[in-house]
């Protein structure tokens, strides 16, 4: 069996390749949560992941919000049309484009791409550390980031790509199979 490395502040450990693809392949969207609290460690461990992410020219042009205001949460489940459960949420995190480490000229909008490879990256750890998440859209429709900026209370140097409710899952839906052969071409 192989094995995959994942480096941290703790060294490289090999992690059997079958528990990574099976963490991939049974990821869901999580939309109701069960109330419970999540405490600030395992919350980091969500945010290294998404700080390992991979990006253009090892720029990491993010930074992220964690929203753990119930005020806050219930304001950005009531203003964002497909967020609602925000609301119900532990906690949320708002991944953002940091504008201060955009890179320059035709590259300037690869931070869009860095900050969906941590988005990525924090909902499978979310869902290998037991807990429900789901990648709600932001960027990039102008009344959407107002809502998060005025809402979250962001600096404006920062710009939201989504929003990520989290929480322990009062759901357990099927992953669904999105294997397709025909969106494959070999060459």
């Not at 703790?10 to 390749?17: I, S």
């Not at 990821?27 to 998404?50: C, F, H, M, P, Q």
């Amino acid at each position: 069996m192989g094995a995959i490395l994942l480096s941290g502040c703790t060294g490289k450990t090999a992690v059997p390749e079958t528990a990574v693809l099976e963490n991939i392949a049974t990821r869901t969207s999580i939309r109701a949560y069960d109330g419970r609290e999540v405490d600030n460690a395992t919350i980091e461990k969500v945010l290294k992941a998404g700080m390992a992410a991979p990006s253009a020219r090892n720029m990491q042009p993010w930074v992220f919000y964690v929203i753990r205001d119930r005020e806050t949460l219930e304001a950005l489940g009531e203003t964002l049309p497909y967020a609602k459960m925000t609301a119900s949420a532990a906690f949320a995190i708002i991944p953002c484009g940091n504008s201060d480490k955009f890179a320059e000229g035709e590259g300037r909008e690869y931070w869009v791409q860095d900050l969906s490879a941590a988005t990525e990256n924090m909902l499978l750890a979310a869902h290998a550390l037991g807990l429900g998440a789901v990648w709600t859209g932001v960027y990039p429709i102008s009344g959407r980031m107002e809502e998060v900026w005025e809402t979250a209370g962001i600096d404006r140097r920062h710009i939201p790509l989504c929003v990520i409710p989290m929480g322990y899952p009062a759901e357990n839906p099927s992953p669904k199979d999105k294997w397709n052969p025909e969106s494959v071409i070999w060459k």
